[in-house]
Protein backbone atom coordinates (compact mmCIF):
# COMPACT_ATOMS: atom_id res chain seq x y z
CA UNK A 1 0.00 0.00 0.00
CA UNK A 2 1.49 3.15 -0.99
CA UNK A 3 2.33 5.65 2.00
CA UNK A 4 0.65 9.09 2.74
CA UNK A 5 2.56 11.86 3.21
CA UNK A 6 2.20 15.76 5.36
CA UNK A 7 3.30 18.56 4.03
CA UNK A 8 4.48 20.20 7.09
CA UNK A 9 5.12 24.25 7.06
CA UNK A 10 6.21 27.61 8.89
CA UNK A 11 7.22 30.81 7.27
CA UNK A 12 9.35 33.85 8.18
CA UNK A 13 7.83 36.79 6.71
CA UNK A 14 9.40 39.81 6.63
CA UNK A 15 7.56 42.99 6.23
CA UNK A 16 8.53 46.54 5.20
CA UNK A 17 7.36 49.06 7.81
CA UNK A 18 5.65 52.23 5.97
CA UNK A 19 7.86 54.62 8.22
CA UNK A 20 9.17 57.80 6.33
CA UNK A 21 12.65 57.07 7.73
CA UNK A 22 15.17 54.41 8.82
CA UNK A 23 14.78 52.41 11.45
CA UNK A 24 18.08 54.10 12.86
CA UNK A 25 18.84 57.27 11.13
CA UNK A 26 16.61 59.82 9.55
CA UNK A 27 17.47 58.97 5.91
CA UNK A 28 14.34 58.47 3.77
CA UNK A 29 12.87 55.14 3.06
CA UNK A 30 11.33 55.74 -0.28
CA UNK A 31 11.21 53.10 -2.85
CA UNK A 32 13.29 53.47 -6.33
CA UNK A 33 15.34 56.80 -5.84
CA UNK A 34 18.42 56.17 -7.75
CA UNK A 35 21.82 54.36 -5.65
CA UNK A 36 23.12 55.14 -2.64
CA UNK A 37 20.86 58.39 -2.89
CA UNK A 38 19.57 57.77 1.12
CA UNK A 39 22.40 57.09 2.67
CA UNK A 40 24.51 58.38 6.28
CA UNK A 41 27.41 57.18 8.08
CA UNK A 42 24.59 55.71 10.51
CA UNK A 43 22.97 53.13 7.40
CA UNK A 44 25.96 52.47 5.64
CA UNK A 45 28.41 51.50 9.02
CA UNK A 46 30.68 54.25 9.17
CA UNK A 47 33.34 53.96 12.32
CA UNK A 48 31.92 55.81 15.60
CA UNK A 49 28.14 56.01 14.48
CA UNK A 50 25.25 55.93 16.56
CA UNK A 51 22.02 54.36 16.06
CA UNK A 52 18.93 56.24 17.44
CA UNK A 53 15.76 53.61 17.41
CA UNK A 54 12.50 55.08 15.16
CA UNK A 55 9.79 55.28 17.75
CA UNK A 56 7.37 54.66 14.97
CA UNK A 57 8.78 51.90 14.12
CA UNK A 58 7.82 50.07 17.85
CA UNK A 59 4.54 51.64 17.17
CA UNK A 60 3.49 49.83 14.26
CA UNK A 61 5.00 46.41 15.71
CA UNK A 62 2.86 47.06 18.74
CA UNK A 63 0.23 47.66 16.53
CA UNK A 64 0.54 44.47 14.09
CA UNK A 65 1.13 42.43 17.52
CA UNK A 66 -2.18 43.74 18.94
CA UNK A 67 -4.18 42.49 15.93
CA UNK A 68 -2.34 38.90 15.80
CA UNK A 69 -3.18 38.27 19.83
CA UNK A 70 0.39 38.74 20.50
CA UNK A 71 1.83 38.93 23.78
CA UNK A 72 3.58 42.62 24.02
CA UNK A 73 7.10 41.96 25.80
CA UNK A 74 7.24 45.22 27.70
CA UNK A 75 11.21 45.04 28.20
CA UNK A 76 12.71 44.59 25.08
CA UNK A 77 15.73 44.94 23.22
CA UNK A 78 18.43 45.01 20.11
CA UNK A 79 20.79 42.40 19.68
CA UNK A 80 23.32 41.66 16.98
CA UNK A 81 23.34 39.53 14.44
CA UNK A 82 27.14 38.62 13.02
CA UNK A 83 27.64 37.57 9.82
CA UNK A 84 29.97 39.15 6.61
CA UNK A 85 28.34 39.99 3.44
CA UNK A 86 29.06 42.83 0.77
CA UNK A 87 25.49 44.09 1.16
CA UNK A 88 25.47 44.22 4.86
CA UNK A 89 27.69 47.20 5.80
CA UNK A 90 28.41 46.71 9.61
CA UNK A 91 28.97 43.15 9.11
CA UNK A 92 26.13 42.47 11.52
CA UNK A 93 22.35 43.22 11.62
CA UNK A 94 20.38 44.74 14.41
CA UNK A 95 17.89 42.19 15.21
CA UNK A 96 15.84 41.00 18.12
CA UNK A 97 16.96 37.70 19.00
CA UNK A 98 16.66 36.86 22.73
CA UNK A 99 13.64 39.37 23.61
CA UNK A 100 11.18 40.18 20.80
CA UNK A 101 8.59 42.67 21.02
CA UNK A 102 5.74 40.29 19.69
CA UNK A 103 5.14 36.88 21.37
CA UNK A 104 2.80 33.77 21.17
CA UNK A 105 -0.02 35.50 18.53
CA UNK A 106 -2.29 33.74 15.98
CA UNK A 107 -4.54 34.30 13.66
CA UNK A 108 -7.41 32.57 12.30
CA UNK A 109 -7.50 31.27 8.36
CA UNK A 110 -10.16 30.06 6.50
CA UNK A 111 -9.72 27.53 3.65
CA UNK A 112 -11.48 25.12 1.68
CA UNK A 113 -11.18 22.34 4.16
CA UNK A 114 -12.81 24.61 6.69
CA UNK A 115 -11.52 27.14 9.81
CA UNK A 116 -7.98 26.56 11.74
CA UNK A 117 -5.59 28.77 13.77
CA UNK A 118 -2.11 29.51 12.81
CA UNK A 119 0.19 29.95 15.79
CA UNK A 120 2.67 32.82 15.74
CA UNK A 121 5.80 32.06 17.59
CA UNK A 122 7.25 35.52 17.65
CA UNK A 123 7.62 39.10 15.71
CA UNK A 124 10.83 40.85 16.21
CA UNK A 125 11.75 44.52 14.41
CA UNK A 126 14.89 44.78 12.69
CA UNK A 127 17.19 46.32 9.97
CA UNK A 128 16.84 45.40 6.43
CA UNK A 129 20.47 45.20 4.44
CA UNK A 130 21.29 46.68 1.35
CA UNK A 131 21.03 45.38 -2.43
CA UNK A 132 23.62 43.30 -4.91
CA UNK A 133 23.52 44.35 -8.15
CA UNK A 134 25.48 41.59 -10.57
CA UNK A 135 26.20 43.96 -13.55
CA UNK A 136 27.04 40.34 -15.71
CA UNK A 137 28.40 42.93 -18.72
CA UNK A 138 31.32 44.00 -16.54
CA UNK A 139 31.35 40.67 -14.43
CA UNK A 140 31.17 42.77 -11.23
CA UNK A 141 28.93 43.39 -8.33
CA UNK A 142 27.87 46.64 -7.09
CA UNK A 143 26.14 47.75 -4.06
CA UNK A 144 22.86 50.25 -3.71
CA UNK A 145 22.57 50.94 0.29
CA UNK A 146 19.18 52.60 -0.07
CA UNK A 147 17.72 48.99 1.24
CA UNK A 148 20.06 49.06 4.51
CA UNK A 149 18.39 50.38 7.62
CA UNK A 150 15.30 50.20 5.85
CA UNK A 151 12.59 49.14 8.97
CA UNK A 152 11.54 45.54 9.19
CA UNK A 153 9.57 43.22 11.22
CA UNK A 154 9.66 39.15 11.32
CA UNK A 155 6.92 37.55 11.63
CA UNK A 156 7.76 34.13 12.54
CA UNK A 157 4.97 31.30 12.32
CA UNK A 158 4.69 27.89 13.59
CA UNK A 159 4.46 25.12 11.67
CA UNK A 160 1.07 24.99 11.92
CA UNK A 161 0.25 24.96 8.07
CA UNK A 162 -0.41 21.68 6.09
CA UNK A 163 -0.67 22.76 2.21
CA UNK A 164 -0.42 25.47 -0.46
CA UNK A 165 -3.95 26.84 0.32
CA UNK A 166 -3.73 27.24 4.35
CA UNK A 167 0.06 29.42 3.40
CA UNK A 168 -2.30 31.43 1.12
CA UNK A 169 -4.45 32.06 3.19
CA UNK A 170 -2.00 32.71 5.93
CA UNK A 171 -0.34 35.32 3.88
CA UNK A 172 -3.00 36.91 2.92
CA UNK A 173 -4.65 37.61 6.19
CA UNK A 174 -1.44 38.82 7.75
CA UNK A 175 -1.08 40.98 4.66
CA UNK A 176 -4.84 42.64 4.97
CA UNK A 177 -4.16 43.04 8.93
CA UNK A 178 -1.00 45.12 8.12
CA UNK A 179 -2.54 46.86 5.02
CA UNK A 180 -5.38 47.80 7.04
CA UNK A 181 -3.15 49.33 10.06
CA UNK A 182 -1.27 51.42 7.34
CA UNK A 183 1.98 49.50 8.69
CA UNK A 184 3.31 48.70 4.90
CA UNK A 185 1.68 48.62 1.68
CA UNK A 186 2.79 44.84 1.82
CA UNK A 187 3.85 44.69 -1.97
CA UNK A 188 5.18 41.69 -3.44
CA UNK A 189 6.96 42.73 -6.20
CA UNK A 190 8.69 45.77 -4.91
CA UNK A 191 9.75 43.41 -2.43
CA UNK A 192 7.65 45.09 0.86
CA UNK A 193 6.71 41.49 2.22
CA UNK A 194 8.91 38.91 1.96
CA UNK A 195 7.93 34.98 2.73
CA UNK A 196 10.37 32.34 3.05
CA UNK A 197 9.23 29.17 3.44
CA UNK A 198 9.95 26.02 6.01
CA UNK A 199 8.49 22.34 4.86
CA UNK A 200 9.25 19.13 5.70
CA UNK A 201 7.42 16.28 5.04
CA UNK A 202 6.58 13.47 7.27
CA UNK A 203 4.61 10.29 6.72
CA UNK A 204 0.87 10.69 8.20
CA UNK A 205 0.51 9.96 11.78
CA UNK A 206 4.13 10.33 12.45
CA UNK A 207 4.94 12.33 15.44
CA UNK A 208 8.53 13.41 14.73
CA UNK A 209 8.95 16.16 12.05
CA UNK A 210 10.54 15.57 8.79
CA UNK A 211 14.18 17.34 8.20
CA UNK A 212 13.28 21.07 7.10
CA UNK A 213 14.35 22.77 3.93
CA UNK A 214 14.46 26.61 3.38
CA UNK A 215 12.97 28.87 0.27
CA UNK A 216 14.02 32.42 -0.63
CA UNK A 217 13.06 34.14 -3.63
CA UNK A 218 9.42 34.37 -3.57
CA UNK A 219 7.62 37.34 -4.51
CA UNK A 220 4.26 36.15 -5.49
CA UNK A 221 1.53 34.25 -3.89
CA UNK A 222 1.85 32.19 -6.92
CA UNK A 223 4.96 31.25 -6.71
CA UNK A 224 4.57 30.60 -3.19
CA UNK A 225 2.35 27.96 -4.42
CA UNK A 226 3.91 26.64 -7.17
CA UNK A 227 7.48 26.66 -4.78
CA UNK A 228 5.52 24.76 -2.40
CA UNK A 229 4.06 21.60 -4.37
CA UNK A 230 7.31 21.29 -6.05
CA UNK A 231 9.36 20.93 -2.57
CA UNK A 232 6.56 18.28 -1.19
CA UNK A 233 7.30 16.53 -4.85
CA UNK A 234 11.20 16.89 -4.57
CA UNK A 235 11.59 15.51 -0.49
CA UNK A 236 8.82 12.81 -1.19
CA UNK A 237 10.72 11.42 -4.23
CA UNK A 238 13.51 11.55 -2.36
CA UNK A 239 12.51 9.71 0.55
CA UNK A 240 10.59 7.01 -1.28
CA UNK A 241 13.80 5.92 -2.86
CA UNK A 242 15.57 5.58 0.60
CA UNK A 243 17.53 8.87 0.31
CA UNK A 244 18.04 11.67 3.07
CA UNK A 245 16.52 15.51 2.64
CA UNK A 246 19.25 17.39 3.64
CA UNK A 247 18.80 20.83 5.63
CA UNK A 248 19.98 23.41 3.41
CA UNK A 249 18.68 26.74 2.08
CA UNK A 250 17.35 26.43 -1.65
CA UNK A 251 16.40 29.08 -3.88
CA UNK A 252 13.07 29.02 -6.07
CA UNK A 253 13.61 29.82 -9.66
CA UNK A 254 9.59 30.76 -11.02
CA UNK A 255 10.70 30.82 -14.69
CA UNK A 256 11.95 27.57 -14.83
CA UNK A 257 9.85 26.13 -11.92
CA UNK A 258 12.35 24.34 -9.81
CA UNK A 259 14.47 25.04 -6.65
CA UNK A 260 18.17 24.22 -6.08
CA UNK A 261 20.55 24.43 -3.41
CA UNK A 262 21.78 27.62 -2.13
CA UNK A 263 24.17 26.53 0.98
CA UNK A 264 23.68 23.54 3.61
CA UNK A 265 22.46 24.14 6.85
CA UNK A 266 23.73 21.17 8.57
CA UNK A 267 25.89 22.97 10.98
CA UNK A 268 23.35 25.88 11.97
CA UNK A 269 25.47 28.97 10.79
CA UNK A 270 26.63 30.31 14.43
CA UNK A 271 25.97 34.17 14.16
CA UNK A 272 27.10 35.12 17.27
CA UNK A 273 24.34 37.17 19.05
CA UNK A 274 25.00 39.65 21.87
CA UNK A 275 23.07 42.41 22.83
CA UNK A 276 23.31 45.45 20.44
CA UNK A 277 25.93 47.95 23.24
CA UNK A 278 25.12 50.98 21.41
CA UNK A 279 21.10 50.49 21.99
CA UNK A 280 19.22 50.89 24.75
CA UNK A 281 16.32 48.73 26.02
CA UNK A 282 12.63 49.18 24.65
CA UNK A 283 10.76 49.62 27.95
CA UNK A 284 6.72 50.00 26.78
CA UNK A 285 4.23 50.95 29.66
CA UNK A 286 0.46 49.94 30.42
CA UNK A 287 -0.46 53.27 29.05
CA UNK A 288 1.76 53.33 25.61
CA UNK A 289 0.36 49.61 24.93
CA UNK A 290 -3.37 51.35 25.76
CA UNK A 291 -2.47 54.12 23.38
CA UNK A 292 -1.78 51.93 20.24
CA UNK A 293 -4.57 49.90 20.96
CA UNK A 294 -6.42 53.06 20.78
CA UNK A 295 -5.93 53.76 17.57
CA UNK A 296 -6.17 50.25 15.73
CA UNK A 297 -8.74 50.55 13.01
CA UNK A 298 -11.59 48.67 12.21
CA UNK A 299 -9.60 45.65 10.69
CA UNK A 300 -11.22 43.50 7.59
CA UNK A 301 -13.85 41.10 9.21
CA UNK A 302 -14.88 43.71 11.46
CA UNK A 303 -15.46 45.56 8.60
CA UNK A 304 -17.06 42.77 6.24
CA UNK A 305 -20.02 41.85 9.10
CA UNK A 306 -20.57 45.74 9.34
CA UNK A 307 -20.88 45.98 5.58
CA UNK A 308 -23.25 43.00 5.82
CA UNK A 309 -25.12 44.31 9.10
CA UNK A 310 -25.18 47.56 8.14
CA UNK A 311 -25.51 48.09 4.48
CA UNK A 312 -27.53 45.02 3.56
CA UNK A 313 -24.59 43.85 1.20
CA UNK A 314 -24.62 40.02 0.46
CA UNK A 315 -21.50 37.83 1.72
CA UNK A 316 -19.86 38.00 -1.99
CA UNK A 317 -20.14 41.87 -2.39
CA UNK A 318 -18.70 42.51 1.57
CA UNK A 319 -15.91 39.62 0.65
CA UNK A 320 -14.80 41.43 -2.50
CA UNK A 321 -14.82 44.82 -1.28
CA UNK A 322 -13.11 44.33 2.26
CA UNK A 323 -10.27 42.43 -0.11
CA UNK A 324 -8.09 45.72 -0.01
CA UNK A 325 -8.06 48.35 1.99
CA UNK A 326 -8.20 51.18 -1.15
CA UNK A 327 -11.72 49.39 -2.05
CA UNK A 328 -12.85 49.46 0.91
CA UNK A 329 -11.69 53.10 1.38
CA UNK A 330 -13.45 54.11 -1.50
CA UNK A 331 -16.57 52.59 -0.92
CA UNK A 332 -17.11 54.00 2.40
CA UNK A 333 -16.58 57.55 0.99
CA UNK A 334 -18.96 57.17 -1.59
CA UNK A 335 -21.75 55.79 0.39
CA UNK A 336 -21.15 58.92 2.76
CA UNK A 337 -21.47 61.11 -0.06
CA UNK A 338 -25.34 59.73 -0.14
CA UNK A 339 -24.81 57.13 -2.76
CA UNK A 340 -27.11 53.59 -2.49
CA UNK A 341 -24.59 51.33 -1.33
CA UNK A 342 -25.40 47.99 -3.35
CA UNK A 343 -24.93 50.49 -6.39
CA UNK A 344 -21.42 51.43 -5.30
CA UNK A 345 -20.66 47.73 -4.76
CA UNK A 346 -21.65 47.08 -8.25
CA UNK A 347 -19.64 50.09 -9.86
CA UNK A 348 -16.44 48.83 -7.59
CA UNK A 349 -17.10 44.83 -8.29
CA UNK A 350 -17.83 44.62 -11.67
CA UNK A 351 -16.73 47.77 -13.68
CA UNK A 352 -13.37 48.51 -11.75
CA UNK A 353 -12.64 44.77 -11.20
CA UNK A 354 -12.65 44.44 -14.97
CA UNK A 355 -11.07 47.43 -15.78
CA UNK A 356 -8.27 46.51 -13.50
CA UNK A 357 -8.20 43.05 -14.92
CA UNK A 358 -7.82 44.51 -18.41
CA UNK A 359 -5.17 46.84 -17.56
CA UNK A 360 -3.24 44.23 -15.56
CA UNK A 361 -3.44 47.29 -12.21
CA UNK A 362 -3.43 46.59 -8.66
CA UNK A 363 -6.41 47.71 -6.64
CA UNK A 364 -3.62 50.18 -4.97
CA UNK A 365 -3.60 51.87 -8.27
CA UNK A 366 -6.90 53.34 -8.36
CA UNK A 367 -7.12 56.80 -8.52
CA UNK A 368 -10.55 57.95 -9.16
CA UNK A 369 -12.21 59.80 -6.49
CA UNK A 370 -15.37 59.24 -4.61
CA UNK A 371 -16.80 62.37 -5.04
CA UNK A 372 -16.68 61.24 -9.30
CA UNK A 373 -18.54 57.89 -8.82
CA UNK A 374 -21.71 59.72 -6.40
CA UNK A 375 -21.78 61.73 -9.20
CA UNK A 376 -22.22 59.53 -11.84
CA UNK A 377 -24.32 56.73 -9.60
CA UNK A 378 -26.86 59.85 -9.24
CA UNK A 379 -27.09 60.70 -12.68
CA UNK A 380 -28.02 57.20 -13.44
CA UNK A 381 -30.43 57.03 -10.91
CA UNK A 382 -32.32 60.40 -11.77
CA UNK A 383 -32.01 59.23 -15.76
CA UNK A 384 -30.13 61.91 -16.63
CA UNK A 385 -27.78 58.84 -18.82
CA UNK A 386 -28.80 55.62 -19.29
CA UNK A 387 -26.61 52.39 -18.32
CA UNK A 388 -24.33 52.38 -21.36
CA UNK A 389 -23.63 55.94 -21.35
CA UNK A 390 -22.33 55.43 -17.81
CA UNK A 391 -20.04 52.34 -18.43
CA UNK A 392 -18.54 54.81 -20.87
CA UNK A 393 -18.54 57.47 -18.46
CA UNK A 394 -17.17 55.13 -15.75
CA UNK A 395 -14.03 54.16 -17.98
CA UNK A 396 -13.38 58.28 -18.18
CA UNK A 397 -13.86 58.75 -14.62
CA UNK A 398 -11.06 55.28 -14.11
CA UNK A 399 -8.82 56.71 -16.19
CA UNK A 400 -8.83 60.53 -15.56
CA UNK A 401 -11.19 61.23 -12.65
CA UNK A 402 -12.99 63.25 -14.39
CA UNK A 403 -16.13 65.06 -13.40
CA UNK A 404 -19.13 63.18 -14.83
CA UNK A 405 -21.70 65.75 -14.70
CA UNK A 406 -19.57 68.04 -17.01
CA UNK A 407 -18.71 65.50 -19.32
CA UNK A 408 -22.02 64.35 -19.99
CA UNK A 409 -22.86 67.92 -20.59
CA UNK A 410 -20.58 68.75 -22.89
CA UNK A 411 -20.57 65.82 -25.07
CA UNK A 412 -24.43 66.05 -25.45
CA UNK A 413 -24.78 62.43 -23.45
CA UNK A 414 -28.17 63.10 -21.68
CA UNK A 415 -30.86 60.41 -21.70
CA UNK A 416 -33.60 61.52 -24.42
CA UNK A 417 -36.76 61.48 -22.38
CA UNK A 418 -38.90 62.95 -25.05
CA UNK A 419 -41.51 60.83 -25.34
CA UNK A 420 -42.86 62.36 -28.86
CA UNK A 421 -39.62 62.37 -30.46
CA UNK A 422 -39.16 58.52 -29.51
CA UNK A 423 -42.64 57.95 -30.98
CA UNK A 424 -41.27 58.96 -34.21
CA UNK A 425 -38.58 57.41 -34.29
CA UNK A 426 -39.66 53.91 -33.30
CA UNK A 427 -42.23 53.68 -35.97
CA UNK A 428 -39.69 54.35 -38.21
CA UNK A 429 -37.86 51.44 -37.11
CA UNK A 430 -41.08 49.62 -36.94
CA UNK A 431 -42.02 50.17 -40.76
CA UNK A 432 -38.11 49.20 -41.95
CA UNK A 433 -37.87 45.91 -39.84
CA UNK A 434 -41.61 43.74 -41.19
CA UNK A 435 -39.64 40.25 -40.38
CA UNK A 436 -39.40 41.02 -36.44
CA UNK A 437 -42.62 42.70 -35.76
CA UNK A 438 -44.13 39.49 -37.29
CA UNK A 439 -41.86 37.86 -35.37
CA UNK A 440 -43.15 39.21 -32.58
CA UNK A 441 -46.90 39.06 -32.91
CA UNK A 442 -46.37 35.18 -33.29
CA UNK A 443 -44.92 34.96 -29.75
CA UNK A 444 -41.05 35.33 -30.21
CA UNK A 445 -40.87 37.76 -27.35
CA UNK A 446 -37.21 38.34 -28.10
CA UNK A 447 -37.82 39.99 -31.43
CA UNK A 448 -38.17 43.16 -28.96
CA UNK A 449 -34.93 42.82 -28.32
CA UNK A 450 -33.62 43.52 -31.86
CA UNK A 451 -36.47 46.46 -32.20
CA UNK A 452 -34.93 48.12 -29.04
CA UNK A 453 -31.39 47.91 -30.35
CA UNK A 454 -32.03 49.46 -33.59
CA UNK A 455 -33.87 52.17 -31.89
CA UNK A 456 -30.66 52.59 -29.57
CA UNK A 457 -28.64 52.96 -32.39
CA UNK A 458 -30.80 55.45 -34.14
CA UNK A 459 -30.53 57.64 -30.97
CA UNK A 460 -27.03 57.18 -30.89
CA UNK A 461 -27.51 55.22 -27.66
CA UNK A 462 -28.94 58.30 -25.72
CA UNK A 463 -32.62 56.93 -25.32
CA UNK A 464 -34.39 55.68 -22.12
CA UNK A 465 -34.83 51.93 -22.48
CA UNK A 466 -37.71 51.78 -20.27
CA UNK A 467 -39.45 54.59 -22.82
CA UNK A 468 -38.48 52.65 -25.99
CA UNK A 469 -40.06 49.54 -24.27
CA UNK A 470 -43.32 50.72 -23.30
CA UNK A 471 -44.05 52.49 -26.91
CA UNK A 472 -42.67 49.42 -28.80
CA UNK A 473 -45.54 47.16 -26.92
CA UNK A 474 -47.83 50.15 -27.35
CA UNK A 475 -47.02 50.28 -31.08
CA UNK A 476 -46.76 46.12 -31.62
Known sequence: ????????????????????????????????????????????????????????????????????????????????????????????????????????????????????????????????????????????????????????????????????????????????????LGASDCKLNEGSMRADVNLSVREVGAAEFGTRTEMKNLNSFKAIARAIENERERQIDLIEEGKQVVQETRRWDDNKGYSYAMRSKEDAQDYRYFPDPDLVPVVISDEWIEEVKGRQPELRDEKRARYKKEYGLPEYDADIITSAKRMADIFEETVALGANPKKVSNYLMVETMHILNEKDMEVEDISFSPENLAKLIKLVESNAINSSVAKEVFAKIFDEDINPEKYVEENGLKMDNDEDGLRKIIEEVVAENPQSVEDYRNGKEKAIGFLVGQTMKATKGKANPGIINKILKEIL
Open 1 to 180: MAKEYETVIGLEVHVELATKTKIFCGCSTAFGAEPNAHTCPVCTGMPGSLPVLNKQVVEYAMAVGLATNCDITQYNKFDRKNYFYPDNPQNYQISQLYLPICRNGKVEIETDSGKKFVGIHEIHMEEDAGKLIHDEWDDCSLVDYNRSGVPLIEIVSEPDMRSSDEVIAYLDKLRLIIQY
